[in-house]
């Protein structure tokens, strides 16, 4: 008898589940298949020091116009370091977060605002465990061509104030 009641309660249970929606979970879009490859740009002949300088004197001459103190920093497609300037007064600790936030546009070939984007929304929280990943805007890829030569990473402000500076020095150069 105990038995049977196990198996009726069984029973109720899987209809309990299925009726609520239980028994199939939802399709994971993480599973979904892009036809193109995502950031699929080519890498360009990596950016001189004379352009690496006029992009940070842009991203420079905005700062001044707005009364901002920020770090600037231009890397080559590798991440690798071209140009750093620190303003007077500009937050310490923007140091390394600026070269940061260039290092991972070059390396991963976007905006490091996707990051932020990305965890956010807690739809791409997968992004924290990857090296060298930075989810604070202000790094943005330096594209000529339609091929990636180098970034560049702003620090010291808001997101906001970052990504702005980055979009100036990032205009010294055609898309």
């Not at 995502?38 to 707005?66: H, S, V, Y």
């Amino acid at each position: 008898m105990n038995k049977m009641k196990l198996k009726i309660l069984i029973m109720i249970l899987v209809g309990l589940q299925a009726s609520f929606g239980m028994a199939q979970p939802a399709p994971d879009p993480a599973d979904d298949v892009p036809d193109a490859m995502p950031f699929d740009l080519a890498l360009g002949t990596p950016i001189n020091l004379e352009r690496a300088e006029a992009a940070i004197n842009a991203a420079i001459a905005e700062t001044k116009k707005r009364n901002w103190k920020m770090n600037i920093a231009v890397v080559d497609v590798n991440g690798d370091l071209i140009v750093f300037k620190r303003m007077d007064n500009a937050q310490l600790a923007s140091i390394a977060i600026a070269e940061h936030k260039a290092k991972a546009a070059a390396r991963f070939r976007r905006e490091t605002k996707l990051f932020e984007k990305g965890i956010n929304i807690g739809k791409n929280n997968n992004i924290i465990t990857l090296d060298g990943v930075i989810a604070s805007r202000g790094g943005i890829p330096l594209v000529e061509n339609g091929k990636i030569i180098g970034a560049i990473g702003c620090s010291g402000g808001t997101g906001s104030q970052d990504e702005l500076v980055c979009k100036a020095g990032a205009a010294t150069l055609s898309k």
